[in-house]
């Protein structure tokens, strides 16, 4: 197969899953009509910006094709496709959707005292930091990864679990409610730096392994001969550590600059209050 016939395999609607994507149109629908015209039922809702809107499309758009897209069918015939489908759902897409939900979305969530507590434990950086890297680090364990491949609710249950990991790690680092964003920009930084580090091992596993790990993959694949397994799973690796490389870097990028704002703010506020404490002094005098 050539790469030009890797790429077709996008453009037959057949390997596409309809069902996913009407099922990903609903929510968008629903997400839409809950940020604009039903907005005003909700109570304590506030007005979303076009940049959340966008954001959570977005996310959308990412969470289809990485389950929706031909990449899905792909992933089980290429260890490197099924680490590019991983990447996208663990480290780029929650993001996007923490980003675009609002808060007023999950505040009545946070009313439920068992998922508060829950969440008030899973959103502590030090914890879901050793948990969401480990989990990860776990999946991808040769004798765990060939178990969980080899059925169907094993593979669910794991995803599930990724999930909700991945989107508390990521909490602690986007802070979708402002009263719960407690972290520190500074601390945010070390926090990602730190995920860097503990997901580094695990890809360094598969990049520079001298056989094939997992057992699904060792025999390459027939439908896509494109890569020799041994490659294609060294190209998984290089894969996932790019990707989170990239994204970290961004997510660096962007704590930094709420971090300047803040600074910003704050510097006003003191300026602000020495002025008047200064006008109240002369006139004492």
């Known amino acids: 197969m050539t790469t030009k016939e890797f790429f077709e395999l996008f453009t037959y609607i057949e390997n596409?899953?309809?069902?996913l994507n009407l099922l990903f149109i609903g929510i968008?629908?629903?997400y839409l009509l809950a940020v604009?015209?039903?907005?005003h039922k909700i109570p304590g809702s506030e007005p979303v910006k076009g940049v959340q809107k966008f954001w959570f499309l977005m996310g959308l758009i990412v969470y289809y094709f990485a389950l929706g897209s031909p990449l899905d069918l792909i992933g089980h015939e290429l260890f490197s496709m099924h680490m590019l489908q991983m990447s996208l759902l663990y480290i780029a897409?929650?993001?996007?959707?923490?980003?675009?939900?609002?808060?007023?979305?999950?505040r009545?969530?946070?009313?439920?005292?068992?998922?508060?507590?829950i969440g008030s434990i899973l959103t502590r950086p030090l914890v879901i930091l050793f948990l969401f890297n480990g989990l990860i680090s776990l999946y991808h364990f040769p004798y765990v990864f060939d178990a969980i491949m080899d059925s169907r609710l094993l593979h669910y249950v794991s995803h599930s679990i990724l999930m909700v990991a991945a989107l508390s790690m990521w909490w602690s680092v986007i802070g979708p409610i402002p009263?719960?964003?407690t972290v520190k920009p500074l601390h945010k930084l070390a926090f990602l730096f730190a995920n860097g580090m503990l997901l580094t091992p695990a890809c360094a596993l598969i990049m520079f392994a001298d056989h094939v790990l997992f057992?699904?993959?060792?025999?390459?694949?027939?439908?896509?001969?494109?890569?020799?397994?041994?490659d294609d799973q060294q190209l998984g690796g290089v894969i996932m550590k790019v990707t989170q490389e990239v994204v970290?870097?961004?997510?660096?990028?962007?704590?930094?600059?709420?971090?300047?704002?803040?600074?910003?703010?704050q510097d006003q506020k003191d300026t602000e209050a020495l002025l008047r404490k200064n006008n109240l002094l002369g006139s004492q005098e």
């Open 108 to 117: 009545p969530l946070l009313k439920i005292r068992w998922l508060s507590s």
């Open 36 to 39: 604009g015209p039903w907005r």
């Open 93 to 106: 897409l929650p993001p996007m959707l923490l980003l675009g939900t609002p808060a007023w979305f999950v």
């Open 16 to 19: 596409w899953n309809m069902y």
């Open 248 to 265: 970290y870097v961004i997510a660096i990028g962007f704590v930094f600059v709420q971090w300047l704002r803040q600074q910003k703010i």
């Open 179 to 181: 009263e719960r964003d």
């Open 28 to 30: 968008a629908v629903l």
């Open 215 to 230: 057992a699904k993959y060792v025999e390459g694949s027939t439908l896509i001969p494109v890569l020799r397994p041994i």
